[in-house]
């Protein structure tokens, strides 16, 4: 099965600054990915997919980018509710394996 | 509006069989490239993938848990069904189904867009 590698574990970050989430999978899944977010006692939500689209109802600030193995989710101007853990996951291969996530917590 | 609901026990005993279903709405299982994927979470612990199948009846399941899991679906009950047997205290998490389907407008695969609000299950004697 392809393995996801996501970093950091956990970041720390203030309302307006820019975040970079990466997500490194063990070989090529040629764009198929996609990113979540989860909020405490919540379903995760749908962000991006494809690698860089924008799923519909997400706000523009959330943007994902790469290739091959390795991908970023970029949350610009940090809103108060961007406050949440982040999981990417691919879908390249039938196991749709999810990364381990990333905390995101108010600095 | 696509509706997705988890029901299911919310205690087994260990070596019982959990049965869990999935009721959707808002969409067909019948409908082309349409699926519905089931999900798995541990408390304070993150997701894990465990299942789906779609319109065609095609399945997949997670490596690690195939020989003790069955996905199936009822078309006229718009449900779909997961079965894992002998569980264990480790498979307490909360089980959420989701929906995946390939959007042949644009060409798409659009994984899991739509999420049930998830039912814990609890593996205890």
């Known amino acids: 099965d392809i393995q996801m590698t996501q970093s950091p574990s956990s970041l720390s970050a203030s309302v307006g600054d820019r975040v970079t989430i990466t997500c490194r999978a063990s070989q090529d899944i040629s764009h198929a990915l996609a990113w979540y977010q989860q909020k405490p006692g919540k379903a995760p939500k749908l962000l991006l997919y494809a690698a860089s689209r924008l799923q519909s109802g997400v706000p523009s600030r959330f943007r994902g980018s790469g290739s091959g193995t390795a991908y970023s989710l970029t949350i610009n101007t940090l809103q108060p509710e961007d406050f949440a853990t982040y999981y990417c996951q691919h879908y390249y291969s039938t196991a749709h394996t999810f990364s381990q996530g990333t905390k995101l917590e108010i600095k | 509006q696509v509706i997705l609901k988890e029901s299911g026990p919310a205690l087994v005993k260990p070596t019982e069989t959990l049965t869990l279903t999935c009721t959707v709405s808002g969409f067909s299982l019948t409908d082309a490239k349409m699926g519905v994927g089931w999900i798995r979470q541990p408390p304070g612990k993150a997701l894990e993938w465990v299942a789906h199948i779609f319109s065609s009846d095609e399945k997949s399941y997670s490596t690690s848990l195939k020989s003790r899991l069955a996905i199936s679906k009822d078309t006229s009950k718009s449900q779909v069904v997961l079965t894992m047997t002998n569980m264990d205290p480790v498979d307490t998490a909360t089980y959420y189904c989701?929906?995946?389907?390939?959007?042949?407008?644009?060409?798409?695969?659009?994984?899991?867009?739509?999420w049930g609000q998830g039912t814990l299950v609890t593996v205890s004697s």
């Open positions: 989701a929906r995946i389907w390939d959007d042949f407008l644009t060409g798409y695969y659009i994984p899991f867009d739509y």
